[in-house]
Every structure is written in C-alpha cells, then in structure tokens.
C-alpha cells in the first residue's frame, strides 16, 4: 500500500501513475488487437459493427468505472485520514451499489437491444453483427464490474501495481483467445466479444485472491452492510457524480456516433481506427487523471492542501510535454499510425483516420487539463462543475449531428471535440483556482 500524504510529490506521483499507465498500454492493446484480428480474419466490414457499437460499450464500461472510480473517492479520503472502520463501511456502500446499478444496465440492454442499435443508426448491413457482439459485452458487463470494484479499492489505498500485472495476463490471454475462437473455431466477432468477457473473468477471480490473501483489511464485515444517511450521502454523492460524469461525456459520443453511423461504412471503419488510435495516445492523461484523483483525496483527507496544489501543477507538466511528442509523432507518422489497423486498400479510409489525429493531437493540451482538473475537483468532493462540464460537452455534440456534420460531414466530427476540450477546459480550470483559494 503507498500513502501519498507524504514522501517526494513527483516521485510518489510517478511510481503510483506509471503502473496505471502500464495497465492502460495493456488495456488498449488488447482493444486494439481485438480490432486488428477482426479486420485481418473477417474484413473491413466486421470492424465497422465493432466500430458501431463502440460509443454504447464505451458508455456502459465507463459507467461501471466511473462508479466505482467515485466510490473509491471517500475510501481513499478515511484511509488517508487513518478511519479504518469509515474506510470498510464505504467499501460495503460501493459493493453494493456497484452491483445494483450493473444488474440494471444488464436488464435494460438486454431488452431495448435492437432499438438502442436503430437509435444510433447502425446500418442494416452491419446490424445483425452488431447486435451479436454487443450482446455478448453487455452480459460480460458482471465480470467488468467485479474487476473495476477490486481495482479500484486497491487504487483507493495506493496500490496501482496488482491491477496492472493483473491487466498484464488478461491483455495476453485476450489475445490468445481473440486468435483462438476466430482463427482456430471460427466463431465470427461473437469471438472477440466473447474473448474479452473470459479475460475479464480471470482478470476478476485473480485480483479477488489477492484482495483475500493480502489485503484483509479492505475485507467489510456483514455489520459494514448496514447503511446509514451520513455514510450514504458522501459516498453516493461520489460515486453517482463521477458515473454521471463519464455517462455524460458517452451519451454525447453516442449521438456523435450516430452522426457518423449515417455517413456510410467507410466513415465507420475509419472512425474506428481513428478513435482506437487516438485512445492510445491519451493514455499517459488518463493515468494521470487517475492518479490525481487519488492524490487529492488522501492529501484532502490529511489536510495536505500546499501539497494538493503542487500534484495539481506537476501532473499538468507532465502531460503537456506529452501532448508535445503526441503532436510531432502524428504529424510525421500519421499514416503509419494508421495502417497499423485499416489494410490500407481504401486510400479514403487511410487518409480519413489521418486527418482525423491531425486536426485532434494539437488540442491535446485543452484535453489534459480538462480531464486532470475534472477528477482534481472529484477529489475535492466537488462533483457538480465535472458534472456541468461534461453538459456542456454532451449538448455541443447534439449540436454537431444536428448542425454541423450536415454541413460539413466529417471534417464536422473531427473538429467537434477540440472545440468543446477548449472550452471545458477553460471552465474547470477556472472553477479549480476558485476552490483552491477557497479550501487552501
């Protein structure tokens, strides 16, 4: 376990983020692997009813984490604090409400399928295998939600290296079943889906040994199951507020996804690519992010508000200096970059991926800070200005399918987001200086 309350901030900073930026590189290969396999063994088609899927398994795993990410929020507050019995209460609360919420999107999903795939427009030659594949996901969604409570009630107390060793066998073994069931069994992109789920299982059962042999603590008892209002409050105010958060954001790339499921299969397979790649290059923010929401919550906690304002401050230098290298690497390798997922026989879906990644990567500074500053003030149990930030951003891509991508089709779409990192950004950031004056 790693108290961030003291020792070396950038030292502490790095060695709690690195293995969640590890987890990340692992987390995104196998997604990537998962799209490189269907395209070389199914074809270009079978990646666009990925692609089509992949805003609602995006919203459906990001409010799984998102959940327990906020849940874990008050964990990481008492474990700072040294209030161990608060500390096992909140991980009760967030077991038991991670797996109501998860029991419903089940049950939902399942039932409006078909028209939540007409809902985002999935064209009719790819709607069957649309269907298959997220139907597979959403039943796998038990097993995404088991590993993201264990996870994160390890991150909570400052162990972020299981997790990542635990990512390290899932991502192999995806890609070993990935070749297995569509190569060897030639099952179809039900293979892939499927592939996921069984890594995700093992990922889950590992984790929960370790949570039992080693970390007993974190163990509530059945007397911890019993709620009450002061506990519930703070914890649902966490939990439900970062949930929210992430729902938001996926709710606007869903109608997003809509506006680009209309502009034809190509645009789909290209999106695709585009979005699988630009996931890769975020990552070092989003293990930050991470990290910073942790960092915050145990330094808020212990009452460490110089040191609260200096991880803020440093996690930004780091990403802005890998918004740099992210810039030069897209200008100069884009295409590259690209045929490492499309086959490159379709000039117009290689050269589309490529204007997607250069009109986005010079907007990846706005992108750091809004998401480092989004889970800084998460930490800070401030949930409502995360929240009003990512309306914003979910009605500006309202307006972009409804507006802009008419009239501008996909270039509408490329330059959509960096509009709203821009001004998000400068609204958090501003909402951060007023409540760091405020609470430091």
């Known amino acids: 376990m ?6 070396n901030i950038i030292k502490v900073m790095f060695f709690f983020s690195l293995p969640i930026l590890l987890g990340n590189v692992f987390q995104q290969a196998y997604n990537l692997a ?41 964990v990481s507050r008492h474990y700072g ?12 609360g967030m077991i038991a409400f ?11 999903c399942t039932i409006f399928l078909n028209p939540l795939l007409t809902a985002i427009n999935t064209p009719k030659e790819i709607f069957d295998e649309a269907g298959r594949y ?16 264990e996870a994160n009630m390890l991150r909570a107390v400052g162990n972020s290296f299981i997790p990542l060793i635990i990512l390290i066998i899932s991502a192999a073994l995806n890609v070993g079943l990935d070749l297995l069931f569509l190569y060897a069994l030639d099952m179809g992109v039900e293979g892939a889906a499927l592939a996921t789920v069984i890594a995700q299982f093992i990922s889950a059962f590992v984790c929960f040994i370790y949570l039992v042999k080693k970390c007993p603590f974190l163990k509530p008892k059945l007397s911890d199951f019993k709620f009450k209002g002061n506990l519930l409050k703070p914890l649902l105010a966490a939990g439900l507020g970062m949930a929210l958060m992430y729902s938001i954001v996926d709710i606007g790339s869903i109608v ?35 990290t910073l929401v942790t960092f915050v919550s145990q330094n808020y906690g ?19 200096i890998w918004s740099t290298l992210a810039v030069v690497v897209v200008y100069f390798f884009g295409r590259n970059l690209a045929l490492w997922i499309v086959s490159g026989e379709s000039e117009y879906i290689t050269n589309t991926v490529v204007e997607y990644l250069k009109i986005n990567a010079p ?21 409502i200005f995360p929240i009003a930030a990512s309306v914003i951003e979910m009605l500006w891509k309202v307006v972009t399918v409804v507006f802009i991508i008419p009239n501008y089709g996909y270039f509408g779409v490329c330059i959509s987001e960096p509009i709203i990192w821009v001004a998000s950004g400068l609204l958090v950031t501003i909402i951060t200086i007023k409540l760091l004056k405020k609470v430091c």
């Open 2 to 7: 790693r108290d961030l309350t003291k020792g």
């Open 363 to 383: 907007f990846y500074y706005a992108l750091s800070v809004l998401l480092s500053l989004r889970c800084s003030l998460q930490g800070l149990g401030n949930s």
């Open 98 to 108: 991670s797996c109501v919420t998860t029991a419903m999107l089940i049950i939902v």
């Open 34 to 74: 998962d799209i490189i396999i269907v395209g070389k063994k199914l074809g270009d088609m079978s990646v666009s009813a990925v692609g089509a899927t992949a805003s609602v398994v995006s919203l459906l795993f990001n409010i799984i984490n998102g959940l327990c990410t906020g849940f874990a929020i008050p």
């Open 256 to 290: 997003l996804q809509n506006g680009v499921n209309g502009l034809g299969a190509e645009i789909i397979t290209a999106h695709t690519a585009a979005r699988k790649l630009f996931g890769f290059s975020i990552m070092p923010f989003s293990a930050i992010s991470a």
């Open 81 to 92: 604090s040294g209030e161990q019995d608060k500390m096992r209460k909140n991980i009760a």
């Open 302 to 320: 212990a009452c460490q508000f110089d040191r609260i304002k200096k991880g803020i401050k440093y996690g930004l230098f780091i990403e802005w």
């Open 134 to 149: 997220l139907s597979i996901v959403v039943l796998g969604l038990v097993v995404t939600t088991v590993y993201n409570l």
